[in-house]
């Protein structure tokens, strides 16, 4: 696997491979990989010829006051878990790099979708995942990208952008990679201490509690819904809540009724200072 650090020499590197006639699949991640960015990079690998997978914590889609300094990083370790997981290139630019210092003007938001859920508490957030996100598919050509579902908003966002900024790549979501005990692996979980942690799986429990409801009882109001899975929530001591929304997944709407195939239920959690995401699909 070569690594490469600058965009002159990733455009050359993928505009050799597109001359071959090969498909390029893309994997944009913040790094300290863990099991779910390794099932993205194994579905690029099936979906494409040569997989660019691109390590960059991304400082416009942090607020002044979250976690970019201490976003967790460890580029030889996500070296060798990119190299194992069959990854052909991985892409480390510096911040100077992707945003020249004194020189960058260019963002690209997606409206009214990035307003919603997370983007209430994150204002900005998604107008810094855009950006990148369009940078990364121009530097590459890629022709696949790969994204978790886990981040159901910002991959629904990434798909307005790429339809309605007609960027020819297709964009494939991947289920959410679980814990043992249902939590969703995220790069985050590191911050969480053992009684965190242990409260955490309460995040999943209330989601699937919900679901079950649905299937039983599909005509149960949205409000009904929410509020048990906040009840379930609250009852861990160390959780609050930033929001639990049941929504259509199209378009971000809230929903008074589970519409089949079509109903997104996702939330946000504080344990202590690290925000936790997690949604499920009914
Ligand atoms: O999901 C992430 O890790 C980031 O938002 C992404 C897509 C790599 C953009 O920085």
Redesign the pocket.
Same mark, same amino acid.
């Given at each position: 696997m070569e690594i490469i650090r600058t965009i002159k020499e990733i455009t050359k590197k993928c505009s050799e491979v597109k001359r071959e006639g090969k498909k390029i699949g893309i994997v944009? !991640?913040?790094g300290y990989l863990h099991q779910g960015h390794i099932s993205l990079i194994k579905k690029a690998k099936e979906m494409s010829d040569f997989v660019v997978t !691109?390590l960059?914590v991304?400082p416009t *889609?942090f607020a002044p006051n979250e976690d970019f300094e201490k976003y967790p990083r460890d580029e030889k370790r996500d070296t060798k878990i990119c190299e194992e997981s069959g990854s052909n290139v991985l892409f480390i630019p510096d911040v100077k790099e992707m945003y020249p210092s004194g020189k960058y003007k260019t963002f690209v938001a997606v409206e009214n979708l990035s307003e919603k859920l997370c983007g209430k508490s994150r204002p900005g957030h998604f107008r &810094?995942?855009t950006t990148?996100?369009l940078k990364l598919f121009n530097l590459t050509r890629a022709d696949i990208g790969v994204? &978790?579902w886990k981040?159901a908003q *910002?991959l629904l966002i990434l798909k307005r952008m790429v339809e309605d900024l007609n960027v020819p790549i297709e964009l494939v979501g991947m289920p959410t990679v679980r814990e043992n005990d249902g939590l969703a692996v995220s790069s985050r979980n590191v911050y969480l201490n053992q009684e965190q942690r242990n409260q955490a799986t309460i995040l999943f429990k209330a989601l699937t509690s919900a679901a079950e409801t649905l299937e039983k009882f599909p005509q149960t109001p949205s409000s009904e819904i929410v509020s048990g899975i906040k009840k379930m929530i609250e009852s861990a001591p160390l959780a609050r809540i930033d929001y639990v929304k049941m929504v259509d997944q199209e378009n971000l709407e809230p929903i008074q009724k589970m519409i089949p195939q079509k109903t997104l239920i996702a939330l946000a959690v504080f344990l202590g200072s690290t925000r936790l995401i997690d949604n499920i699909h009914i």
């Open positions: 944009p !991640t913040m !691109t960059f991304n *889609q &810094g995942v990148i996100c994204f &978790g981040d *910002q």
